[in-house]
Every structure is written in C-alpha cells, then in structure tokens.
C-alpha cells in the first residue's frame, strides 16, 4: 500500500457481531487492497458524429 498513490480496501467475511458503537466483528475475515488508478481524461473522438 505504502507504493500506491491511491488505494481502496475490501473487507469480506460473515458478520459474527455489531456493538451498541458500530464495531462489526467478522468471522474468516478477509482484506483485499487494490491500487486506484486514475481516469485517462476522455479524448473526443474525431470519428463520432454529433446529432
């Protein structure tokens, strides 16, 4: 993570408990981290024809 500009985690599991402040306990918790690559700005594309 510490060599991505921008990141996103994912959390997956069954959810064992809530508490009364928010905490969600999961059961086989699991973490995915993705790298967040930025959007190419849109080209217009000198092809298309407007109607």
Do not use: C, H, N, R
Not at 5 to 14: H, P, Q, R, T
Not at 38 to 47: G, H, I, T, V
């Amino acid at each position: 993570m510490d060599e991505y500009e921008d990141w996103v985690g994912a959390l997956s599991g069954k959810i064992k408990s809530v508490s009364a402040d928010g905490v969600i306990e999961l059961e086989g918790a699991g973490l995915q981290v993705f790298e967040k690559k930025k959007k190419e700005e849109a080209k217009p594309d000198s092809e298309s024809t407007a109607a």
